[in-house]
């Protein structure tokens, strides 16, 4: 019966309508990922889990006006990759402890960030469970508050297709952060299914253009780089491009009138003495009118 079970749940996951027959390796899997999400379940007890930060910088003067925060998770064999820890928190609802421990970290982390650069803002990711639930929003604020940090130098980031899914109860979630006085960026923008109706509704202040859509750039099509750019000119809303990783992405993005950009180009992410260490080593220009993106 177990093991009907496992090939039942393994036919769900390749999609319904089909057979799948049981093997043991479908047993291995199941009790490695029984293993990860004990092992990540006690990590977040514990805390242990690692905010690191990737920055945004703005095109026009090459500075750093932001940053992504991004959870790691430091294991005896090393840093496990988030695309395998990620899903499992997602699935086991351990996700709105683990996005907590990281909004608490970040936010810690901004505080030493802008003792030498307050115009910084970060960038915490919020999982459509935790949007969910109201007792978020409650903590956030709490967790802002206790910080003394001003609300508007924390942004919270959704990805469209969590938005798609439950649109009509995550927007009215998504107003009470806007109320609450956070901004809101619409993360992974192209890749799902918000209609542009949804879209004028919602109220986000930032669309981040989807790294597959900056790596069409190198192959000369740019065709959905400039929509979203004119998209987001008429709807008043500002624009970061993830996952630049070349020089080239780089200039087009900014030939197109793309503000700020992200990726590997420019940094990775990394741990907070690693963070003041780069800030501390790049030029600090003067602050440009409305260089903030969309704060």
Request: net charge negative; glycine share 6%; with cysteine.
């Amino acid at each position: 019966m177990r093991n009907a079970d496992i090939a039942k749940y393994a036919a769900k996951a390749e999609g319904k309508n089909r057979c799948v027959f049981f093997t043991d390796q479908m047993y291995q899997r199941v009790q490695e990922r029984m293993t990860m999400e004990q092992a990540l379940r006690l990590a977040v007890t514990n805390e242990s889990l690692e905010a690191w930060f990737q920055p945004v910088v703005e095109l026009s003067t090459g500075r750093v006006v932001a940053l992504e925060a991004l959870a790691r998770w430091l294991r005896e064999d090393g840093y496990c990759p988030p695309d395998q820890f990620i899903p499992i928190a997602e699935e086991s609802d351990l996700i709105r402890a683990l996005g907590l421990l990281i909004a608490k970290k970040s936010m810690a982390a901004l505080v030493v960030i802008r003792q030498t650069h307050p115009q910084i803002t970060v960038g915490v990711n919020l999982s459509v469970r935790q949007l969910r639930s109201r007792q978020t929003l409650t903590r956030l604020c709490e967790l802002v508050d206790g910080q003394h940090l001003p609300r508007d130098s924390v942004h919270f980031e959704v990805t469209e297709s969590d938005v798609a899914r439950d649109f009509l109860l995550l927007e009215e979630h998504l107003n009470l952060y806007v109320q609450a006085g956070f901004s809101l960026h619409l993360d992974d923008f192209g890749t799902g299914q918000s209609s542009l109706h949804r879209l004028q509704g919602l109220p986000v202040s930032t669309l981040k253009i989807d790294k597959s859509f900056v790596d069409l750039i190198d192959s000369g099509d740019e065709r959905f780089v400039k929509t979203i750019l004119l998209l987001s000119e008429q709807l008043g809303l500002a624009v970061i491009a993830e996952g630049v990783e070349t020089a080239h992405q780089r200039d087009r993005l900014q030939a197109l009138g793309c503000q700020f950009i992200q990726g590997y180009f420019y940094a990775r992410p990394m741990p907070l003495p690693d963070l003041l260490k780069f800030l501390t080593n790049q030029a600090e220009p003067a602050l440009a009118q409305g260089s903030d993106p969309r704060s």
